[in-house]
């Protein structure tokens, strides 16, 4: 357990954990649920729209679906409409190293971590009912992705908590949106003391302090504003339905498809 995250090894992964790799030189980190076979559904732009926003600023937090995996056949199962995606655990990681997101950590070790989305405050549930939520939202989508509404990280901790805000969301129940946004509200936030504090270190005190309280009210084992919302009915959820499109809902009815599970190609 370190101070940055929880870095482990393939072999102690386990179907149902959330786990999560980081990208751009620990810029941000991109998260899924391992499912077991080294299969990982996690959540990102939808199909139609991956290409255009690439270069988007605003697509820092998305991660792309692999164009063509050389280990296994279905790779990059997508429903058309949908931005939840099934992956193979290499082109998950690309190249990158994994981590295991943390459950039910302690308050003094959750503020103690230096950076937001590594770990909660809150209770997982059991492993198969996690594996039961990232597969039904496979075959039946997770809404539009938002950078700090909802993004890979809001998908993997609903799958392993159910909790989603009960209200329409400002922010989702994402450490690293609310760590983005509160570096630089604790720096704005903590100006009016600095009559009170002697110097830059004070400043740089009161400001971490003020970043790490940010960090602990909005966590989603800590807020008050979240509920249990069982999957099967997570389209009717108000807070969900406000950045759903329900066209794309209906069009993904439409045109649901079979899963087929996931074949290694044999090696030659």
Known sequence: MGLLSNR??????????????????????????????????????????????????????????????????????????????????????????????????????FLAKLRGGTCTIAESDPPEVVVHRAMYLLQNGFGNYDMFEKNCEDFALYCKTGLLPVEEPGIGTSGQASSAIGVPLAALLSTPFKLLVAGPLGMATVTAGMYCAGRYITDIGVRKDVAKVEVEKLSSHPGFRVIEDEGSVNRRSEERKTLLPMKRKRER
Do not use: M
């Not at 099934?86 to 308050?107: A, H, I, K, M, Q």
């Open 8 to 109: 482990v090894e393939r072999s102690e992964i386990r179907p149902g954990d959330h786990i999560y790799t980081w990208r751009a030189v620990y810029a941000y980190s991109h998260h899924g649920i391992y499912v077991g076979g080294s299969k990982v559904v996690h959540f990102t732009r939808k199909k139609e729209i991956e290409s255009s926003d690439s270069s988007d600023s605003s697509s820092s937090l998305v991660s792309e679906v692999p164009s063509e995996c050389q280990t296994f056949p279905d790779c990059g199962f997508q429903l058309p409409n949908s931005g939840v995606v099934l992956t193979c655990l290499d082109c998950f990681l690309r190249n990158g190293s994994l981590y295991c997101f943390e459950y039910g950590v302690p308050s003094a070790v």
